[in-house]
């Protein structure tokens, strides 16, 4: 569990196909809980009792199945009321609001800011905890290590403006919570297009893979050295892109080298 200021973080491991995390985020004082894409919603009910909490709202980060197919469930279980963002309420249903930017949740004591985070979907949410140990609860934005695909009601151009206006700009002490354990696969990624990025090589080389639970809870300043989808000035990552993409510009702006990566990660 992690502890900042009044907020409280339980990491729940899914072990399912998908290998979802799910979040618990509740009020210290109050013992009020968001639950964040509780796909796997016994889980977090039994997490949520274990602890003392009491699961009043649910937070789905965008409009997947794999996200949202605990909502009925869990407010069955609990009377939690569904937030999630307004252009995606309408496909999810049930939803009780509609999040924008600058939006803020309140658990209890505990506040979270939305960020409008459109590239996975067009109607992604994240959501920043501020403070001495800021938390981002960034669904399937931005993975440990990695990007979200845009496959599924995506564009990799507004991922990539996602990336380098709101990411990036945020303290490098945010804790990045994403939707899926993906980590060791990803630092893979980054290794194939920088086999000289000796961060990634040590933090892949410290996993224990029988052990998904256990993988790292990040920071952005650690993803700005492990994560290649922020890594688009390091020479060797344009290098070896350009064996891929011939045509590329001996400088080629930050936009294309995304875009080059996004492009190679989905066929990867």
């Known amino acids: 569990m992690e502890h900042a200021e009044d907020m409280l973080i339980e990491r729940i491991w899914s072990a399912n196909a998908y290998r979802n995390f799910h979040y618990l985020i509740a009020c210290a004082e109050t013992g009020e809980a968001l639950a964040v894409d509780p796909l796997q919603w016994r889980m977090c009910l039994a997490a949520a009792r ?30 939690a009321r569904v937030l999630a963002h307004a252009a ?73 403006r996602t990336f380098a206006t709101r990411l990036a700009k945020l303290p490098d002490e945010t804790r990045v919570f994403p939707g899926h354990e993906y980590l060791a696969r990803n630092l893979q990624f980054t290794l194939d297009r920088e086999p000289d990025n000796a961060a990634a090589r040590d933090l892949l080389g410290s996993l224990r893979e029988d052990d998904p ?35 590329l510009r001996q400088r080629p702006d930050a936009r294309t080298v995304f875009l080059g990566l996004r492009e190679l990660r989905d066929r990867w």
């Not at 996200?67 to 279980?77: C, E, M, Y």
């Not at 999040?99 to 979907?121: A, K, Q």
């Open 213 to 247: 639970a256990a993988a790292a809870v990040t920071t952005l300043g650690e993803e700005k050295r492990i994560n290649t989808f922020f890594r688009l000035a390091s020479p060797t990552v344009i290098a070896r892109l350009r064996e891929a993409f011939p045509g």
């Open 50 to 79: 274990r602890r003392g909490w009491t699961i009043t709202h649910i937070l789905n980060t965008h409009e997947h199945g794999d996200h949202v197919g605990g909502n009925a469930g869990l407010v069955g279980a609990t009377g």
């Open 88 to 160: 995606a309420a309408g496909r999810i249903g049930g939803v009780d609001r509609g999040l924008c930017e600058g939006d803020v949740i309140r658990i209890g004591r505990v506040e979270l800011e939305c960020l409008d985070t459109p590239g996975h979907t067009m109607a992604h949410i994240c959501a920043l905890a501020h403070g001495a140990q800021p938390a981002l609860f960034c669904g399937d934005t931005l993975f440990n290590a990695g990007a979200g695909n845009c496959r599924n009601g995506g564009q990799p151009e507004q991922l990539y």
